[in-house]
């Protein structure tokens, strides 16, 4: 095994064990919706939505980082280059995440000074850390970009998955730098703060997932270089053509001209159509391979991430996309419905992928089965299907009782959120909360036990 | 928009692509198992999303830029289904020939 793998096993832990604080703090966050004034003036809401938020990214970022690193030798066949910088890196990260969470549970927050900027909370949804923590992520990605980088200029070798890579590592760090509020004035402020919100998520996230997906592809299933890299470029030109200038569909209600609207929502009720193109291709594939496969977990991951993002992404957006429904919908329960299932569907099973692959690997089976990711697989998926109908069906209540009919009055988001659709989907949401949480406990389990030996079967995947 | 045609709309919206993922998902799985059944429930499904696209169209208080992108899609969702496995098919079959 290569330094860097072991390294990457180090981020996968990481990642994991922050994916389950990221769901204790999303069921605290949804007992406070059934329970008003729980923890009152102790530990308040905004700041378990807060951990809950921003665990989501850095599980998220910590997944992709050790999955890169995982990927980088066996690609470019060599060790990646300045690994003790990384090393480095990966303790720095981890000892940031733990410095600021214990800052936001234990100080909270501070006087609307630099102080509290540096120190306390950045005050940016989504990336609260302090700035210094904020620089640090800064110097973590340049350190990944030069490990990245220099294996590639080193091992004197370029595949098209790393010139993707390498390319897409300049927004993935320049759009960050919108994570350093420069402006007071509000509007102007969260013009760009979109930027860095969409562009990381709806852009340069999906092609670096792009590009981890079509590495796990060729391991898992044997699909040849040419396939998945002819892919992964259309998938470049469709997040170019679409997926940048669907930025629009956030600008509501801080003050964007209007035109935006319609550029957004243009763009973003394209996003389907290449979505429903990767159903097919998912289908294709797991067709060819007659559902055989040595690594079981890994595979149904990757199929259900291709589902997951259709519906969630697709379905869902397009539901409340369009500028007359997006004006209603904006910023209610639905919206954090569809932001649920398209993480969920976009990301999290491809993660979830990468963990099975590296499982097999450590543990030298040359099969992963068993029963135990099963009851992973099914829980998680059941159970953030179940959030994601909680949180439509009280979001749908929101944008009905309290937009629509309300007019958005104070008066009317009260009374909506009284009102019974909206209590019974936020008790959904919290049920099914717990049955996704009992699927973490159980992916767990059988990501940390040893899968019993069976022969590897017959057909062996294609060489890549 | 009223409340209710808010909803209404929200729900086709979302009826419309689930319909056009029904008929990929039957239209891929028909061709993969060789069976013209499914390819034909495909088709079913892309004559509801296709209805449904009409249903906008006529129904709802969107836009008419809208409503012609809507049905502009609904057209598009039929021919993706076929041009992705036709393409699938021929790249995987000169993977077989290089090899």
């Known amino acids: 095994m290569y330094r860097s793998q072991k390294l990457s096993l180090r981020y996968y832990t990481a990642a994991v064990a922050l994916f389950g604080v990221m769901i204790v703090f999303g069921l605290l966050s949804a007992l406070y919706y059934l329970y008003p004034s729980l923890l009152f003036n102790v530990f308040n809401f905004n700041m378990s939505k807060i951990l809950h938020i921003d665990t989501l990214v850095i599980w998220l970022l910590m997944g992709f980082l050790g999955a890169v690193y995982w990927y980088l030798p066996k690609e470019l066949g060599r060790e990646v280059e300045g690994m003790w910088l990384a090393e480095l890196m990966f303790w720095v990260f981890c000892a940031a995440v733990v410095v600021v969470a214990a800052v936001f549970v234990f100080v909270q927050y501070g006087a609307a000074n630099e102080f509290s900027m540096w120190f306390i909370n950045q005050g940016r949804k989504y990336v609260e850390a302090p700035r210094w923590a904020a620089i640090g992520i800064v110097v973590v990605m340049l350190v990944f970009a030069y490990n990245v980088i220099a294996t590639c200029i080193k091992a004197r070798k370029m595949t098209g998955i790393m010139w993707v890579l390498v390319l897409d590592l300049i927004p993935l760090l320049a759009v960050y730098l919108d994570a350093f509020p420069a402006v007071t004035n509000m509007s102007v402020d969260l013009y760009w703060w979109w930027w860095l919100v969409h562009m990381w998520v709806e852009s340069t996230w999906e092609v670096l997932i792009g590009c981890v997906m079509a590495l796990v592809l060729m391991d898992v299933m044997g699909t040849s270089r040419r396939i998945v890299e002819t892919w992964l470029y259309i998938e470049v030109m469709l997040v170019l053509g679409a997926g940048i200038l669907g930025l629009g569909h956030h600008y509501f209600w801080i003050g964007t001209p209007q035109y935006w609207l319609s550029i957004g929502g243009f763009f973003s009720a394209l996003e389907p159509l290449p979505l429903l193109g990767m159903v097919v291709h998912a289908i294709y594939d797991a067709g060819t391979h007659r559902m055989k496969t040595n690594n079981q977990p890994a595979f149904w991951w990757i199929t259900a991430e291709a589902f997951g993002n259709f519906i969630g992404a697709g379905i869902w957006g397009f539901m409340m996309t369009l500028p007359q429904i997006n004006l209603f919908s904006h910023g209610t329960q639905w919206t954090v419905s569809h932001g649920h299932f398209a993480f969920y569907g976009a990301y999290v099973c491809g993660v979830i992928a990468v963990l099975y692959v590296a499982k097999q690997q450590v543990s030298g089976a040359d099969v992963l089965g068993g029963r135990a990711w099963k009851w992973g697989f099914g829980l998680l998926n059941f159970g953030m299907v179940g959030m994601v109908m909680g949180l439509l069906l009280a979001g749908m209540a929101q944008a009905f009782y309290g937009r629509a009919m309300g007019g958005s009055t104070l008066m009317a988001f009260t009374t909506a959120s009284e009102n019974p659709w909206f209590v019974s989907g936020m008790y959904a949401r919290m049920l099914f909360g717990v049955v996704f949480a009992a699927g973490y406990v159980v992916l767990v389990y059988d990501l940390l036990t040893s899968p019993r030996r069976v022969p590897a079967l017959q057909a062996q995947p294609e060489p890549a | ?99």
Do not use: N
């Not at chain 2, 249903?55 to 836009?63: E, F, G, K």
């Open chain 2, 1 to 99: 928009m009223t409340a209710s045609a808010l909803i209404e709309t929200a729900a086709l919206l979302g009826l419309f692509v689930l319909a056009g993922g029904g008929y990929g998902s039957l239209y891929s799985v028909g061709r993969l198992w060789a069976r013209p059944a499914l390819i034909r429930a495909g088709s079913v499904c892309w004559i509801a999303a296709f209805a449904l696209a009409l249903t906008i169209a006529l129904r709802t208080p969107l836009d008419i830029g809208w409503k012609l992108l809507i049905l502009a899609s609904a057209l598009v969702y039929a021919v993706i289904p076929p041009l992705i496995w036709r393409y699938l098919e021929r790249l995987h079959h000169e993977q077989e020939i290089r090899r």
